[in-house]
């Protein structure tokens, strides 16, 4: 059975620093991308940074410069994001697109006060 758990919210300062870490466990046939979200409250889910197979990197234009999506193998994904603003709280997902099917996980909660 396939689970992704992130962790590393929390609350920071704006122009603080916080890392999210999202550990999978089980087996996840041929991914295709790897990927962090956030949802802020009334708002919908959107795309933060996503990483591919080969390693490419996209980003939403909002945390250009600031986040950096890494990843070790399939087992761990990480999003080091630096200078906050107030705009970043939100609860983070972490998303796996493999070949057959879409997994989640749970959410960390990110506050940045300003």
């Known amino acids: 059975q396939v689970q992704l758990v992130e962790s590393g919210g929390g609350l920071v300062q704006a122009g603080g620093s916080l890392r999210l870490t999202c550990a999978v466990s089980?087996?996840?046939?041929?991914?295709?991308?790897m990927a962090w979200y956030r949802q802020a409250p009334g708002e919908q889910r959107e795309l933060v940074a996503a990483?591919?197979?080969?390693?490419?990197t996209n980003y939403a234009e909002s945390v250009k410069g600031r986040f950096t999506i890494s990843r070790v193998n399939a087992a761990f994904l990480y999003l080091q994001m630096n200078s906050l603003k107030s705009g970043d709280t939100a609860v983070y997902y972490c998303r796996i697109r493999g070949a057959l099917r879409d997994y989640w996980g749970q959410g960390t909660q990110v506050t940045v006060s300003s």
């Open positions: 089980g087996s996840i046939f041929s991914i295709n991308v």
């Open positions: 990483i591919t197979s080969g390693g490419g």
